[in-house]
């Protein structure tokens, strides 16, 4: 079992920058597969970027590119997601969520904690 929870969101001016937070308790997670989610309001989940167990592996969806940056650290079992350059179109609830296997797709991972709020105005 794996318990994931989501801090650092807030409101931050176009151009700003954001450091989340996703704090994991469960003795298996450094094993985990990790993925960062968004979900603008009144759309669906879309993928951000993921970072495999031990680090190494990072992935991220063409629209956050070169702007964010995904990594974890198993000594303290939490995986960060800085994100600079911020632009109104990043507003959206972001979460984090394990999964075993590498993928895009939110409905695979098995783990999902409750989501920060990040808003960024104009």
């Known amino acids: 079992q794996v318990q994931l929870v989501e801090s650092g969101g807030g409101l931050v001016q176009t151009g700003g920058s954001l450091r989340l937070s996703c704090a994991a308790s469960g003795r298996t997670f450094r094993y985990y597969y990790v993925g960062w989610f968004r979900q603008p309001p009144g759309t669906e989940r879309e993928f951000v970027a993921a970072v495999s167990w031990n680090g190494a592996g990072t992935t991220y969806a063409d629209s956050v590119q070169g702007r964010f940056t995904v990594s974890r650290d198993n000594a303290k079992s939490t995986v960060y997601l800085q994100m600079n350059s911020l632009k109104p179109e990043d507003t959206a609830v972001y979460f984090c969520?394990?999964?075993?296997?590498?993928?895009?797709?939110?409905?695979?991972?098995?783990?999902r904690g409750q989501g920060t709020q990040v808003t960024v105005s104009s």
């Open positions: 969520a394990a999964s075993q296997v590498r993928s895009t797709n939110p409905d695979e991972y098995e783990y």
